[in-house]
């Protein structure tokens, strides 16, 4: 049995190459900036809205990261930023 592995965007992924994206993500890491300061309230009323918005580079490095980990299963948006920030500090050395 091979092992799936199950990334979650549950929120925006934009991309500096597509322009019209940016707008949108700046608007989004103000909503999840707020909903950090209530505590989460905001996650009831506005979803995936209250995320932050991912970057489409980060969300490619966590999947290979994770892939190469042997990762399976579901891999949550802090996890996806933790698995990218691996990625850089590799590259940095």
């Given amino acids: 049995m091979s092992n799936i592995l ?11 190459e597509r322009g019209f ?3 949108m993500s700046y608007a989004m890491t103000a ?9 989460g309230f905001l996650s009831g ?5 209250a ?10 490095q966590a999947v290979v990261r994770a892939i190469a980990n042997g990762l399976s299963g579901l891999v949550e ?3 996806i930023e ?12």
């Fill in 6 to 16: 199950y990334i979650s965007v549950i929120g925006f992924l934009f991309s500096s």
């Fill in 21 to 23: 994206t940016m707008p």
């Fill in 31 to 39: 909503t999840s900036i707020l909903n950090k300061a209530s505590g």
């Fill in 45 to 49: 009323i506005l979803g995936g809205a």
């Fill in 51 to 60: 995320q932050k918005p991912l970057d489409t580079e980060i969300v490619g």
């Fill in 77 to 79: 948006v802090d996890d």
């Fill in 82 to 93: 933790r698995l990218s920030k691996e990625v850089w500090r590799e590259g940095m050395l």
